[in-house]
């Protein structure tokens, strides 16, 4: 995955989002945290406009305001695309290869997507009160 620096945006930097939802781990603090940070960022770029520059802010405010948040049930599939399609797409499909993999794992938890986009509009209301 090293050429992710050459990904065109929003992709390439919401790859790290879609492998952390592809990887949600297990009910606990930690897991929850992650899965919630993730699926706000993704929400907040692919349907909220946000630009991708403002990711890290959008992940630090998240993470800092996460307590009690609930754990999500993840998908039966978590996608079809991974981060292995990408480490082995040629160069010149990679960035089509990385859009796929953002926009299916986004998809995937559409169940969930409600809760999602609530919780970052009370966190984007933190960040322009």
Do not use: C, K
Request: charged share 15%; aromatic share 6%; glycine share 10%.
């Amino acid at each position: 995955m090293g050429r992710l620096g050459g990904l065109p945006d929003p992709f390439g930097s919401l790859t790290v989002d879609a492998y952390a939802v592809q990887h949600p781990g297990a009910p606990n603090p930690q897991a929850t945290q992650s899965v919630w940070v993730h699926l706000i960022a993704l929400h907040l770029v692919l349907e909220g406009g946000w630009p991708s520059s403002q990711l890290v802010r959008l992940r630090r405010l998240g993470a800092d305001a996460s307590h009690g948040w609930p754990w999500l049930e993840p998908p039966p599939s978590l996608g079809a695309v991974t981060a292995i399609d990408l480490a082995t797409a040629r160069a010149e499909t990679a960035g089509a290869v990385a859009q796929r993999w953002v926009e299916g794992a986004w998809a995937v938890w559409r169940p969930h997507a409600d809760a999602v986009r609530t919780t970052a509009t009370d966190l984007v209301q933190r960040l322009n009160p």
